[in-house]
T-cell receptor, first 117, second 116 residues
Framework: KAGVTQTPRYLIKTRGQQVTLSCSPI?????VSWYQQTPGQGLQFLFE???????NKGNFPGRFSGRQFSNSRSEMNVSTLELGDSALYLC????????????????FGAGSRLTVL | AQKVTQAQTEISVVEKEDVTLDCVYE???????LFWYKQPPSGELVFLIR??????QNEISGRYSWNFQKSTSSFNFTITASQVVDSAVYFC?????????????FGSGTRLSIRP
């Protein structure tokens, strides 16, 4: 069974540009979440989507946006890039978004490493 | 408030040594879940274990073992006879009873280097 696929794996942008990252979850998984990982801040939650609806959003500016499609694939977009947006962006999928049996196990992709010059 | 502390930022040991990664958590929930994830150089976080707060039994999986102690709010991870392939960043995480991905609290991670 294929894992979580993120594209592109590496990209370099300049300040002011915008970027779109893609995530294909494990087949059957309806929940997709995004994280930003930087050396200084660790893993920070960006968004969570379930059945095309954004369920939760982390404490990030409006330049960060995302969406989920009917096939559960998700994209995130960062507009007007800043140097501080350089990070590894990780996508994770899980079977359900919200559960009363504790958090689902997340399956992560390998990430998209964004460098902003 | 929930919090996960991994005080060890980096650990370096020689191959075949045993190594323990510490994880201390804070929560007011009586039902909660603890996780360990491994992040190898390839980038993806790999799930290792999930333990609920009512199950204090220690767990062993091959060279890996986990020691859950509610009395000290700790969920430590030990690798026995470490190997170079164990080199990675390890994250401890905590979630409450009614959770989604947004509610998972990750520790800051411990970078483990195994020297040949």
């Amino acid at each position: 069974k294929a894992g979580v696929t993120q594209t592109p794996r590496y990209l370099i942008k300049t300040r002011g540009q915008q970027v779109t990252l893609s995530c294909s979850p494990i087949s059957g998984h309806r929940s997709v979440s995004w994280y930003q990982q930087t050396p200084g801040q660790g893993l920070q939650f960006l968004f969570e989507y379930f059945s095309e609806t954004q369920r939760n959003k982390g404490n990030f500016p409006g330049r960060f946006s995302g969406r989920q499609f009917s096939n559960s694939r998700s994209e995130m977009n960062v507009s007007t890039l800043e140097l501080g947006d350089s990070a590894l962006y990780l996508c994770a999928s899980s079977l359900e978004g919200f559960t009363t049996s504790g958090a689902n196990v997340l399956t992560f992709g390998a990430g998209s490493r964004l460098t902003v010059l | 408030a929930q919090k996960v502390t991994q005080a060890q930022t980096e650990i370096s040991v020689v191959e075949k040594e045993d190594v323990t990664l510490d994880c201390v958590y804070e929560t007011r929930d009586t039902t909660y879940y603890l996780f360990w994830y491994k992040q190898p150089p390839s980038g993806e976080l790999v799930f290792l274990i999930r333990r609920n707060s009512f199950d204090e039994q220690n767990e062993i999986s091959g060279r890996y073992s986990w020691n859950f102690q509610k009395s000290t709010s700790s969920f430590n991870f030990t690798i026995t006879a470490s190997q170079v392939v164990d080199s990675a960043v390890y994250f401890c995480a905590l979630s409450g009873p009614y959770s989604s991905a947004s509610k998972i609290i990750f520790g800051s991670g411990t970078r483990l280097s195994i020297r040949p």
